[in-house]
């Protein structure tokens, strides 16, 4: 009975006492803290790789209309960082480091504020820029989730017309890069290959894979 006395007293004591939560400017991050995946548009194929990796299923493709749209759930979106690290084209990192001048500029203005060092700037993150409130968890009623969003144009059959499940974009990588891991010789006699069939459907390679002179048994 002393025990729950104690306890009621201290509860009621405890109602009239201030809250102890302040608002504070600023925060502290660990450095190896992660944040929603960003996109780098510029590098971006739309190749699928952070959606087969993608471990919480936050990551998705759409493809309607001739584009392909990848998606990242923010209220999805684990951090785990395997998205990051199967991306191809090293496109996707997990920062919060402002990504436009207007963050940039929210973030110094925090800094400045609460006086803070160059040295430790880096580890430092303004409490509600931009880039805070895309990656915020909370969720309520109809409010949308933040998302990253990317938008490439999907590829076009050369021969039949048909949209073909890859963008034209990540083809021209493949196209690239194989060349340049190739034999100069072995790249010259591949590319003039990829110039026909490339752009071209799966049926329509099949159609006219002997006419083009692409077929593997001319290797053999």
Known sequence: MKGRFAAFTGLIANLFKKPVTVDEDYGFLAETYRAMPRRDEEKCTGCGACFERCSSGATKLTDAEGQRTVTIDGNNCIFCGRCADACPEHALSLTFEPKTPEEAQAREEKLAKAGLAEDIRAK????????MERVNLAHYGNEPAPTTDTSLKLQRCSVCGEV?????????AVRNRTLTNLQPDTAK??????????????ECRQKHSLIWDTHPRKWI
Do not use: G, H, N
Not at 164 to 172: A, D, G, I, R
């Open 189 to 202: 006699i591949i590319e003039k290959d990829m110039e026909k069939y490339l752009t071209a459907c799966v």
């Open 124 to 131: 430092v993150e303004a409490s509600a820029p931009e880039s």
């Open 164 to 172: 073909m499940p890859v963008t034209e974009k990540f083809l021209q």
